[in-house]
């Protein structure tokens, strides 16, 4: 596709359980960003990678959270033992270059029963 | 320093009306601005950004308008339709340097009544 796509579109799952979200960048972009929206809420960024490296994970709210990149391809968010307050939509972004204009895709609805 | 505020929460606007959102920064780093549109369950979409060398830049019904002393910038949407009742963000970013992130403001609920 021509967007940035994300999957899944809603995941529900019960307390404690690890959870994988999935993003897809539109080719050929190199760099990628994660956010956080919680609802009724503004984006909180979470991590930034330039190809699979990442200069900036200063917005990951606790080691629970990781994230990794395969080349300037495919990004996973993983969250362990998940909590309540991890409720929320997961946001992923690329631009062609660093600092160039982000694209979002429509995000992942988590629910942490 | 790292905040942006966005202003008003929610605004009602009358169709072919003006509607006008205002977002202040504090970071003088920051050198890139965008503005992004919401629907309910999508993503934001990039609706128009500005870099602080100039005042003003205009696509469509959409201006920005920036004021780089005051550290303030906003959005007019011009004759407004139905179609435009989303949620707008601002943000900015230290575009030329550092990691890129946005820090958003915390979103304004537009409706355009018919």
Not at chain 2, 7 to 16: D, F, R, T
Request: aromatic share 10%; proline share 5%; charged share 20%.
């Amino acid at each position: 596709g021509a967007g940035v796509s994300q999957s899944p579109s809603n995941k529900v799952t019960e307390k404690g359980k690890d959870v994988e979200l999935r993003c897809d960048p539109i080719s050929g972009h190199t760099a990628l960003y994660w956010y956080r929206q919680r609802l009724g809420q503004g984006l909180e960024f979470l991590i930034y990678f330039q190809g699979n490296s990442a200069p900036d994970k200063s917005g990951l709210p606790s080691d629970r959270f990781s994230a990794e990149r395969t080349g300037e391809s495919v990004s996973t968010l993983t969250i362990q033992r998940t909590q309540q307050e991890d409720s929320a939509v997961y946001l992923c972004a690329s631009s062609l270059v660093s600092g160039g204009p982000q694209h979002f895709g429509d995000g992942t609805r988590l629910s942490i029963l | 320093q790292q905040q942006v505020k966005q202003s008003p929460q929610s605004l009602i606007v009358q169709k072919g009306g003006i509607s006008i959102i205002n977002c202040a920064y504090e970071n003088t780093a920051f050198d890139y601005f965008p503005w992004y549109q919401q629907f309910p369950g999508k993503g934001p979409a990039l609706l128009i950004a500005i870099r602080p060398d100039v005042s003003e830049k205009k696509e469509g019904r959409f201006t920005i308008s920036f004021n780089k002393s005051a550290k303030q910038f906003s959005l007019h949407i011009m004759d407004s339709q139905p179609g435009d009742s989303a949620t707008y963000f601002c943000a900015a970013s230290k575009g030329t340097s550092g990691t890129y992130k946005y820090i958003f403001g915390t979103g304004t609920r537009l409706k355009v009544l018919a």
